[in-house]
């Protein structure tokens, strides 16, 4: 059970408490995007909720429900992305 980069980036933002709307804003992806790699990863947690999968993820150590610095790391990404 690996995740992706990614999955990991969208397990992240979901135990922040987005949006499949809002984690396509933040990571610059469509929705549908987003939704795909959701459903990857309730199949690789082998879960059926966002709530299960986030508590699972935090349980594995693949996610910090709150982290400053992981988020500050997430957006200075974004930002830099947005500049390239």
């Known amino acids: 059970m690996n995740l992706s980069?990614?999955?990991?980036d969208v397990?992240?933002?979901m135990a922040q408490g987005r949006s499949n709307a809002g984690i396509a804003d933040m990571l610059d992806?469509?929705?549908?995007?987003?939704?795909?790699?959701v459903k990857r990863?309730?199949?690789?947690?082998d879960v059926f909720d966002r709530t299960s999968?986030?508590?699972k993820g935090?349980?594995?150590g693949l996610v910090i429900a709150s982290d400053p610095n992981v988020e500050a790391?997430?957006?200075q990404r974004r930002a830099r992305s947005k500049r390239a």
């Open 5 to 8: 980069s990614r999955e990991l």
């Open 11 to 13: 397990l992240h933002w």
């Open 29 to 37: 992806l469509s929705q549908e995007t987003v939704g795909t790699y």
């Open 41 to 45: 990863i309730f199949a690789k947690l």
């Open 53 to 55: 999968a986030v508590m």
């Open 58 to 60: 935090v349980m594995r």
């Open 73 to 75: 790391a997430a957006q």
